[in-house]
């Protein structure tokens, strides 16, 4: 299993604030910082938060990222059908000198 | 805006290699690091290791005994070798680009990742 844990799933319906978290440990999330790709079926993941909090040009600021310690989340708000996809988050490990993902989170507009 | 492209076999046979190579255009291969990362069919994704342009190279410990990623900077590409595979080892195969600054590192492009499959 990962070093990263996060749910399997996630889900709400249109409009909804939804959060998915991702939990570490000292040796990733407490010491780098944390990323999260969106990767929707068949198609490569994209960069969805970087360095805890960025977005990338064209990301809405209904996506968010934060941090606290061991653990790191992404909210959406305003859930739109289109936000159906898989979220990923992802650290540099010290422990391990490599970079761990996350198992993923489905998240799913009821 | 910098592309990437996967290219190599799809199909292996237990214990070969797998080469893959990954073009870059619309961008310089220097000054970024360049990663593979792999998932296999339904599961989450793996990082397999990264090389800078000047050759320097770091993999993942899970991976490091069969792994080699090298670069070809007159040709703007890099490539994977995972030697010995297995079943095990089917999965997409994405290339990306990765950009490093202090206290902070992320894959900014992707390339539309590559099937290989390891079946006799």
């Known amino acids: 299993q990962s070093l990263l844990t996060q749910s399997s799933s996630a889900s709400g319906t249109p409009g909804q604030r939804v959060t998915i978290s991702c939990s570490g440990s000292?040796?990733?999330?407490?010491?780098?910082?944390v990323n999260w790709y969106r990767q929707f079926p068949g198609t490569a993941p994209r960069l969805l938060i970087y360095?805890?909090?960025r977005r990338p040009s064209g990301v809405p600021d209904r996506f968010s990222g934060s941090k606290s310690g061991t653990s790191a989340s992404l909210a959406v708000s305003g859930l739109q059908s289109e936000d159906e996809a898989d979220y990923y988050c992802?650290?540099?490990?010290?422990?391990?000198?490599?970079?761990?993902f996350g198992g993923g989170t489905k998240l799913t507009v009821l | 805006q910098v592309q990437l492209q996967e290219s190599g076999p799809g199909l292996l046979k237990p214990s070969e290699t797998l080469s893959l190579t990954c073009t870059v255009s619309?961008?310089?291969?220097?000054?970024?690091?360049w990663t593979w990362i792999r998932q296999p069919p339904g599961k989450g994704l793996e990082w397999i290791g990264y090389?800078?342009?000047?050759?320097?190279?770091k993999y993942n410990p899970s991976l490091e005994s069969r792994v080699t990623i090298s670069v070809d900077t007159s040709r703007n590409h890099f490539s994977l070798r995972l030697n010995s595979v297995t079943a095990a080892d089917t999965a997409v195969y994405f290339c990306?680009?990765?950009?490093?600054?202090?206290?902070?590192?992320?894959?900014?492009?992707w390339g539309q990742g590559v099937l290989v499959t390891v079946s006799s």
């Open positions: 990306a680009r990765e950009v490093a600054s202090i206290g902070s590192r992320h894959f900014d492009s």
């Open positions: 619309g961008g310089s291969i220097k000054s970024y690091y």
């Open positions: 090389i800078y342009h000047t050759g320097s190279s």
């Open positions: 000292n040796s990733n999330i407490a010491s780098n910082s």
């Open positions: 360095s805890n909090n």
């Open positions: 992802a650290a540099w490990d010290d422990s391990l000198n490599g970079l761990v």
